[in-house]
C-alpha cells in the first residue's frame, strides 16, 4: 500500500534565509513560493513507514529524532522505518548547525518537527493499494562516479 501527503512548512517573513557568501545575511521580503514536506507512506503486510523530504537546507538529528517520536506516539511507526530528508535548499530557512550560514528562528523550529510529521500522518492516513515496480537505465555524459574509478568514464547508473 502507499500514501501519499504534503504539509506547509513555511517560515514566516522575515526568517533569516540559509545562504553563503555574498548571500548571507539575507531575510526573507515575502513568499513567492511555500515551502512544503512531502511525504509517501507505505505499508507492506503488518510492516509500514514513511520518507518524507522537506524545502530546506538540511534536516538536523533533532529535528528527524523529533519527527519520528511524533510519528512513534501517533501511528506506533517505528523510528527506524522513517526517513527524514531535505531538497537543499539555500532559498530556505536555516535548520542545520552551519558556521555563518544563516541564523536559526528558534520559534520555527519549534514548530517543524510536528509540521513535517504532519505529513507523513496524512499519508499513512491515505494509504491505498499499489504496485511498485523497479528499472533502471544507463545515462551518458551528465555526471561521474568519483570514488576513485577511472574517472573518464563518465556514465551513470540511474
Not at 8 to 18: A, K, Q, R, S
Not at 135 to 147: F, H, K, L, Q, T
Request: net charge negative.
Amino acid at each position: 500500500m502507499a500514501g501519499f501527503a504534503v504539509s506547509d512548512i513555511t517560515p514566516p517573513v522575515g526568517t533569516e534565509l540559509c545562504g553563503f557568501g555574498k548571500f548571507r545575511g539575507r531575510k526573507s521580503t515575502g513568499i513567492i513560493e511555500n515551502l512544503y514536506a512531502r511525504a509517501f507512506a507505505w505499508q507492506s503486510g503488518e510492516r509500514r513507514g514513511a520518507i518524507i523530504v522537506c524545502d530546506l537546507i538540511g534536516v538536523s538529528s533533532d529535528i528527524t529524532r523529533d519527527v519520528r517520536s511524533i510519528l512513534k506516539r501517533e501511528l506506533n511507526l517505528p523510528p527506524e522505518n522513517v526517513l527524514v530528508a531535505g531538497t537543499h535548499t539555500h532559498s530556505g530557512p536555516a535548520t542545520v548547525k552551519l558556521i555563518g550560514w544563516g541564523e536559526k528562528n528558534s520559534e520555527y523550529l519549534k514548530t517543524l518537527p510536528e509540521r513535517i510529521a504532519s505529513a507523513a500522518i496524512a499519508a499513512i492516513g491515505k494509504l491505498s493499494d499499489a504496485e511498485f515496480e523497479y528499472g533502471e537505465a544507463y545515462v551518458d555524459g551528465i555526471s561521474y562516479n568519483r570514488d576513485g574509478a577511472d574517472l573518464t568514464d563518465h556514465t551513470v547508473k540511474c
